[in-house]
C-alpha cells in the first residue's frame, strides 16, 4: 500500500449517519476521505476537524467540479439522494448511496441509467448483509439446511422511536414516508436478499399515525421543530405473497406501545428454522435431533458491517469482487415499498407489477 494511491473519497452530507461511514473508511487503508459538502457550513466543518478533512464546501455541485475525488458516499435526506447521485455519476465518481436508494422506483430507475451511462459502480450502503449472523444464515439457506422456506417474519418496531419531529424525517414530500421507507427497508432488504429475491405476486399494506401527530412517541434523537409537520406514518404492516409460494410478513414502527425496541426476522422451513434478533446479536436455530425437536442458541461473533460494506465497495471498484448490494435489488425493494403504500391508500391488496 505504500507505493499505491489512496481512492479519494467524497462525502455529500454531514448529518449523523455520515459518521458510521467516516468511522467505517478510517479501518480501510486504500481510501481516504478529501472533501465532505453540507449546506450547512458548521456541519460540514465539524465534521471535516473531527476527521481531519482537507476541503469543506457548502455544495455538492461546487465539490464534485473542484475537488479530487474518485468516489462519492451520498449522505443527504431521501429526497436529495437521485439528484445527487446522477450530479456525481455523471462527474465521473464512482457512489455510494445510503439507503433508501430513492423515493420512488422511477427514481431508482434513473440512477441505475445514469450509473450504465459513464460505466461507474452504484452501490447502496445495505449493512445488515454483512452481519456475521446474516452471512451465517445465508450459508445455511445455500446449503439447503433449513430446507424449503415457505414463511418469514420480519419487523423493526420501536416504543419511542419518531426522528426528530417536524423535520425531514417527518415530512412525506422529503422522506417519501416513515418507518417503513426509514427503518422498514433494512428489514425487507435483508430478508429478501436471504431468500435470493423472489418474485412478489401481491401486496398487502396498511399505515397508521397514531402518535406523531399528536407529538408522542418521541426519540431522544433530535429536536421538536415546529416549523414543520408530521404528515407519513408512524407504523406500516405488510403481507407480500410470491410467486413460489412463498408469504412474508412485516411490521415497521417508530412508536408502538411494547416492551422494547425490537429488529427481528424469522424463517420457517421444512427442515428448519432461524430467528435473528439483530439488537442482541443473536440468533436462534430451530430444528429436530433424532426426532426430537431441538433448539440451539448462537452468539456469533460481532464484525464491523460497514467497514465489511465500504471495502466491498472499494474491492468492486477495483474489479476484485461484485457489490453485495446492487441497485436493481434496491429498485426491487423500492416497488415494494411504493406497492405497500399503495395498496393501504387503497385499502385493498395491490397485484405486484414489474
Known amino acids: 500500500m505504500t507505493n499505491r494511491r489512496k481512492w479519494k473519497i467524497g462525502i455529500i452530507g454531514a448529518g449523523g449517519i455520515t459518521e458510521a461511514h467516516l468511522e467505517a473508511i478510517k479501518e480501510e487503508p486504500r481510501a481516504e476521505v478529501v472533501a465532505i459538502a453540507d449546506i450547512s457550513a458548521e456541519m460540514a466543518s465539524?465534521?471535516?476537524?473531527?476527521?481531519?478533512?482537507?476541503?469543506?464546501?457548502?455544495?455538492?455541485?461546487?465539490?464534485?467540479q473542484e475537488s479530487d475525488t474518485d468516489a462519492i458516499i451520498v449522505c443527504v435526506p431521501n429526497y436529495l439522494h437521485a439528484e445527487a447521485t446522477k450530479s456525481a455519476l455523471a462527474a465521473g465518481k464512482h457512489l455510494?448511496?445510503?439507503?433508501?436508494?430513492?423515493m420512488n422506483a422511477q427514481e431508482a430507475e434513473e440512477m441505475i441509467e445514469a450509473a450504465k451511462k459513464v460505466d461507474k459502480i452504484l452501490m447502496v450502503a445495505q449493512n445488515n448483509r454483512f452481519r456475521s449472523d446474516s452471512l451465517q444464515v445465508k450459508t445455511w439457506l445455500k446449503e439447503g439446511k433449513l430446507g424449503n422456506i415457505y414463511?418469514?417474519?420480519t419487523g423493526w418496531v420501536r416504543r419511542n422511536g419518531i426522528p426528530g419531529w417536524g423535520s425531514w424525517f417527518t415530512q412525506k414530500e422529503w422522506a417519501g414516508g416513515g418507518p417503513?421507507?426509514?427503518i422498514g427497508v433494512h428489514m425487507?432488504?435483508?430478508?429478501?436478499?436471504?431468500?435470493d429475491h423472489p418474485k412478489p405476486v401481491s401486496v398487502l399494506g396498511q399505515t397508521y399515525a397514531q402518535f406523531g401527530p399528536h407529538k408522542r412517541g418521541l426519540s431522544e434523537w433530535g429536536r421538536i421543530d415546529d416549523s414543520g409537520k408530521f404528515d407519513v406514518e408512524d407504523m406500516a404492516v405488510a403481507m407480500i405473497t410470491f410467486e413460489n409460494g412463498l408469504s412474508l410478513t412485516l411490521d415497521a414502527s417508530w412508536a408502538s406501545h411494547i416492551e422494547e425496541e425490537n429488529v427481528f426476522l424469522q424463517l420457517y422451513g421444512q427442515e428448519?428454522?432461524?430467528?435473528?434478533?439483530?439488537?442482541?446479536?443473536?440468533?436462534?436455530?430451530?430444528?429436530?435431533?433424532?426426532?426430537?425437536?431441538a433448539s440451539t442458541e448462537?452468539?456469533?461473533?460481532?464484525?464491523k458491517e460497514r467497514v465489511l460494506l465500504f471495502r466491498n465497495f472499494i474491492d468492486a471498484i477495483e474489479g476484485k469482487a461484485e457489490i453485495l448490494c446492487t441497485p436493481e435489488q434496491a429498485l426491487y425493494i423500492n416497488r415494494?415499498?411504493?406497492?405497500i403504500y399503495t395498496s393501504a391508500q387503497k385499502g385493498e391488496a395491490v397485484k405486484f407489477l414489474t
Open 46 to 64: 465539524y465534521r471535516a476537524k473531527r476527521h481531519d478533512i482537507p476541503q469543506v464546501f457548502t455544495e455538492y455541485e461546487t465539490m464534485l
Open 96 to 102: 455510494l448511496c445510503e439507503k433508501p436508494m430513492a
Open 151 to 153: 414463511h418469514a417474519k
Open 180 to 182: 417503513l421507507i426509514d
Open 188 to 195: 425487507l432488504d435483508l430478508t429478501l436478499w436471504l431468500l
Open 272 to 293: 428448519g428454522g432461524a430467528s435473528l434478533r439483530l439488537l442482541d446479536n443473536q440468533f436462534t436455530l430451530y430444528h429436530e435431533w433424532n426426532g426430537v425437536s
Open 298 to 303: 448462537l452468539t456469533p461473533k460481532p464484525q
Open 336 to 339: 415494494l415499498i411504493e406497492a
